[in-house]
């Protein structure tokens, strides 16, 4: 799974800024519209890379494949605020399969092998529940939730 970028994407750089506070939820958004929220076991959302008006992010989803095994799925977001609006780029990769105990070791690893310290995720348990996810979606701030389902509003 993959959505094509329409620029290439710029390298972190480390720092402090407002970042891009509606990139997540629009990247859980698109990632629960994609896998849809019941085939979702489980999230872990990366704290993001910010430069700026920049940022960089990773969300992993331990989906359902049978049984124990689990199937992961990364969201990895580059986005950045300018004069002419947002610009997000968001790929969806397929990393393949492994027993549902595995992955949290595996995002151990991601921390410790990361380019950058990310810190460690926030674990989500979503057990397949479409009310579990529209829980996480309505916890972010101030609009960002609607901006996610509906896309940016028409300046006022």
Do not use: H, K, N
């Not at 580059?78 to 027993?99: F, H, I, K, M, W």
């Amino acid at each position: 799974m993959q959505i094509a970028p329409s620029r290439p994407s710029p390298a972190p750089e480390g720092g402090d800024g407002p970042g891009v506070p509606e990139a997540l939820p629009r990247t859980l958004r698109e990632l629960g519209r994609r896998l849809g929220p019941a085939a979702i076991d489980r999230l872990w959302i990366f704290p993001p890379l910010v430069r700026g008006r920049r940022e960089w992010g990773l969300v992993a989803a331990g989906c359902f494949e049978g049984g124990e095994a689990r199937r992961l799925v990364t969201a990895r977001y580059t986005a950045e605020r300018t004069g002419r609006g947002l610009y997000l780029d968001t790929r969806l990769l397929d990393e393949g399969v492994a027993p549902s105990d595995r992955l949290p070791r595996v995002m151990e690893g991601v921390v410790r092998r990361g380019p950058e310290p990310l810190g460690s995720p926030r674990t989500v348990d979503l057990d397949g529940g479409t009310d579990a996810f529209e829980s996480l979606m309505s916890g972010f701030p101030g609009g960002l939730f609607e901006e996610a389902v509906a896309g940016p509003r028409a300046p006022d």
